[in-house]
């Protein structure tokens, strides 16, 4: 089953998790040995690169701090709706994003 077959998430279209790392290339060999594929790369803002297994994404991103993250993409934030949880209108980073809850 491919991930487009999977029931629509709640909180948006893709789900995404980004990992840091020093080294790219010895990330992505690691993942690529689990079944991961590089679907994108890009050395601007930062250096990146996006895999899945046909479930999971995952951004691995180049910096030398430990980060992870979990992030939903949605087109229209104001369509997202859970019971408890409302959008903070100052978190509006431009007309399109806004960066949390």
Do not use: C
Not at 86 to 92: G, H, L, Q, T
């Amino acid at each position: 089953m491919s991930m487009f077959q999977f029931p629509k998430a709640k909180l948006g279209e893709v789900t995404a998790f980004t990992i840091t790392t020093t080294d790219l290339e010895k990330s992505l060999n690691y993942y690529q040995r689990l079944g991961f594929s590089e679907l994108f790369r890009t050395d601007f803002p930062f250096p990146l690169i996006q895999i899945s297994d046909g479930a999971i994404m995952i951004m691995l991103r180049e910096v030398q701090e430990p980060y992870i993250a979990l992030t939903y993409y949605v087109k229209e934030i104001d369509g997202v709706v859970l019971p408890g949880i409302e959008s903070a209108p100052d978190m509006v980073q431009n007309t399109n994003t806004r960066v949390r809850w």
